[in-house]
């Protein structure tokens, strides 16, 4: 499995937006609105294989939908997770659970865009109660990967998450493949080198309820 994706989370979509193109240097792409969850989205392309994910409240839904991406995480305009790419999602889910680690029910979503809709299936479990230190699971079937449809401008360097078990977090990565620096700390907590031309910078989670882009 690679990375996805990552995803900050901010309390208005124009202005989160705003500010993470501002940091990085290069324009995010509007995304879409996710249907039944409340979020809509802005993308940023980090490579080949992987982007950055702008997710914030949809101006034209009335409200988050309990369960999924509480106002808490929302709201601090950070890096609140991250997505591994899997194939064939139900038979991972099995065997990472034969392994002793369950990443959840999986799900499916859709969302309109500009180019048309896009589906995935995924295990949105560990974004439901706050920062987690292990992605969740997301697989694209037979829709195209959003990376490709858009502009270079940025790449992903380095991902390091923090957690107060980091043998348990590397021992649950070795199993799903996934090779990213992992450190101690009291809270869960993620930060990503990212460049984008000269520019070397940092998107973290700082703490329990801070962050900065």
Not at 15 to 32: C, F, I, Q
Not at 37 to 66: F, M, Q, S, W
Not at 195 to 206: L, M
């Amino acid at each position: 499995m690679v990375i996805d994706h990552l995803i900050v989370g901010v309390p208005e979509l124009r202005s989160g937006t705003s500010a993470v193109e501002a940091a990085l240097g290069t324009a995010a792409v509007p995304g879409g609105h996710h249907p039944g969850r409340g979020t809509a989205n802005a993308l940023i392309r980090l490579g080949d294989t992987c982007y950055l994910e702008v997710l914030g409240p949809d101006p034209d839904a009335p409200e988050l939908t309990p369960g999924w991406l509480s106002s808490g995480l929302i709201g601090h305009g950070r890096l609140v997770g991250w997505a591994v790419r899997t194939q064939g999602i139900d038979a991972e889910v099995e065997r990472l659970r034969d392994l002793g680690w369950d990443p959840g029910p999986v799900e499916a979503m859709s969302r309109e865009h500009s180019g048309g809709a896009l589906s995935w299936r995924l295990t949105p479990s560990h974004l439901e109660a706050g920062v987690a230190a292990l992605p969740f699971l997301i697989d694209w079937g037979g829709s195209p990967h959003p990376s490709q449809s858009l502009p270079r401008g940025a790449e992903l360097e380095g991902l390091t998450v923090v957690a107060p078990d980091p043998g348990s977090v590397q021992g649950t990565l070795h199993m799903m493949g996934v090779e990213v620096t992992v450190q101690p700390g009291p809270e869960p907590s993620l930060r990503a080198v990212i460049r984008s031309g000269s520019r070397e910078v940092v998107i973290e989670t700082v703490g329990p309820a801070e962050g900065r882009v």
